[in-house]
């Protein structure tokens, strides 16, 4: 996840950069159920609204609770499918919470209602992140359920009489670009604490969707949209997070918008910026981010559904994340990443780390190809080639 409004508070003050601090652990997304009452067009886990076999029960998903405080795991997100449909869910978020973790609820938003809002209120969820993927009308077409923007809004307001933490997460494309800035204003109308963007990675139906990602201008500026409002927040002093992920060529963009604005003025905060975007380092699959799914298969994060890494039905997390000598986990936790093409020869390789392998998998089979999906020229990487900023992401046949 790249923290935008943190990543520019560094632009704020004359302090140097702190010491790195290791994560502990990585953080665990948890998909606690397949089952969703929507089919959104963009869903990597493919969720459709039918019990799936092979599910985790109550008692294996505390057992694992308990070994993932001994794998040191700091932060966990509870997500689906739609987590609000199993029965136990506040079980287990009371169970998580009880082991100190720090817990997130990832929902649709569409089954919160004045008859739940209590429970989650009690759940005491450090975070609820909401999925709002446009104005209404694209919104329902993208969810694929008429009616679903307003009960995921009104989910929101419930949550903020509640005092709960609530954000709101968009998945960009070419066609809800227009309604980012419309968004973004809704979220300060309504004192939405956080804003979280996605950018569009190739699997599950997003693989079969790659055609409709952003065109990479149209990416840049949205960036550029999300970078002077959190920048504008910052300095009026509203307390809220921009956030993004799925696309760590945020990173390396960032710096240079930073560059242009404040780089006459300020070049000692500028270069404090890029020591704080080295010390994050970009993509953290397989590192300081994992995933265990429905039925307890662990993943190197939530897009490599189709790479096992064991199952905390036969194993213990933490011994499968320690110990494993799965050739793509040992890829992603070399350093520098063994990748190949534009990005081995990237001068913002240190920040970003390679970008989202994923994307390069589904293009070329080889998960360490050059990342189809980064947006920045070749010129903007220090390369010397044509610029190619208008050129779309590849289609992916399937």
Not at 34 to 40: A, F, H, M, T
Not at 106 to 133: F, H, M, P, R, W
Request: proline share 4%; aromatic share 8%.
């Amino acid at each position: 996840m790249f923290r935008i409004s943190q990543l520019l508070k560094t632009l704020t003050h004359d302090m140097p950069v702190a010491p790195k601090r290791n994560m502990p652990g990585p953080v665990v997304i948890w998909n606690l159920i397949r089952r969703c009452n929507l089919s959104c067009r963009h869903c990597y886990s493919t969720s459709l609204d039918i019990d799936f076999k092979d599910e985790l029960s109550t008692g294996q998903i505390k057992a694992t609770i308990d070994d993932l405080k001994v794998a040191h795991v700091p932060v966990l997100i509870l997500s689906g499918g739609e987590p609000l449909l199993r029965p136990d869910i506040f079980e287990i978020s009371d169970y998580a919470k009880s082991k100190g973790f720090y817990l997130a609820l990832s929902t649709n938003g569409t089954l919160i209602n004045e008859d739940n809002i209590d429970a989650i209120k009690a759940a005491d969820y450090q975070y609820v992140g909401i999925s709002i993927d446009g104005l209404e009308s694209f919104h329902d077409h993208f969810r694929r359920q008429i009616g679903s923007y307003k009960s995921s809004m009104k989910a929101i307001e419930l949550c903020k009489q509640a005092g709960i933490k609530v954000g709101m997460r968009l998945c960009l494309t070419k066609d809800n670009f227009d309604d980012l800035s419309a968004l973004l204003d809704i979220m300060e109308k309504k004192g939405v604490d956080k804003f979280y963007l996605s950018h569009l990675n190739y699997s599950g139906r997003g693989k079969r969707s790659a055609q409709n990602d952003a065109m990479f201008k149209m990416t840049k500026d949205a960036m550029e949209i999300l970078f002077e409002r959190a920048w504008s927040h910052i300095e009026q002093g509203i307390d809220s997070d921009f956030v993004t992920g799925n696309n760590d060529a945020d990173g390396p963009f960032l710096l240079q918008w930073a560059q242009k604005k404040f780089g006459n003025v300020h070049p000692q905060r500028v270069e404090n910026l890029r020591q704080k975007l080295i010390q994050w380092g970009g993509n953290a699959s397989g590192v300081n981010v994992a995933n265990i799914d429905n039925t307890g298969t662990v993943h190197p994060d939530t897009y490599w559904w189709d790479h096992a890494l064991g199952n905390v039905k036969t194993g213990k997390f933490s011994e499968i994340w320690k110990n494993t000598q799965d050739p793509l986990m040992l890829g992603f936790r070399q350093s520098p990443r063994p990748v190949k093409g534009r990005c081995a020869r990237c001068q913002y390789l240190n920040i970003c780390g390679g970008n989202t392998r994923t994307r390069a998998f589904a293009q070329t089979r080889d998960p360490w190809a050059e990342d189809p999906g980064c947006y920045l020229e070749d010129l903007e990487i220090g390369l010397e080639a044509k610029s190619v900023a208008n050129k779309q992401i590849p289609v992916v046949v399937v």
